[in-house]
């Protein structure tokens, strides 16, 4: 009954704005990270604004720096998951390094990208 409610209140998602959000976000994000026990914690630089995040591994870091960037862009919630299937996604040497556990601290530039989320 809850998800029936839930799904009668939802705000409908439009193709063509989430192009126009898309298109709002840089083509480029910088990414300075760092271990801290078992979490990543990551200082994002995106046109002149810095701002953290954290993840318990490499996916969910990455999917969290995604988050961070939708959020300070402004991006609407209902969009994030439209969004996701083109996100900010690092090349695979910088992803091994973020699931090298043995790897503290490192640097990643992370380009605008239609990746398939699993």
Avoid: C
Avoid at 4 to 27: G, S
Avoid at 39 to 59: C, L
Avoid at 93 to 116: R, T, W, Y
């Amino acid at each position: 009954m809850l998800k029936l409610l839930k799904n009668l209140f939802k705000k409908p998602i439009y193709i063509e704005v989430a192009e126009a959000y898309w298109h709002k976000l840089p083509e480029e994000i910088e990414v300075k990270w760092f271990r801290d026990g078992e979490y990543i914690i990551g200082k994002i630089t995106a046109d002149g604004h810095d701002f953290m995040t954290q993840g318990k591994d490499a996916r969910d870091f990455i999917d969290m720096v995604n988050d961070a960037v939708f959020s300070v862009y402004e991006i609407p919630k209902q969009y994030f998951d439209v969004l996701n299937a083109k996100r900010f996604y690092p090349k695979q040497e910088a992803l091994m390094k973020l699931n090298d556990n043995k790897i503290s601290f490192g640097e990643i530039n992370l380009e605008k990208e239609l990746v398939k989320v699993s």
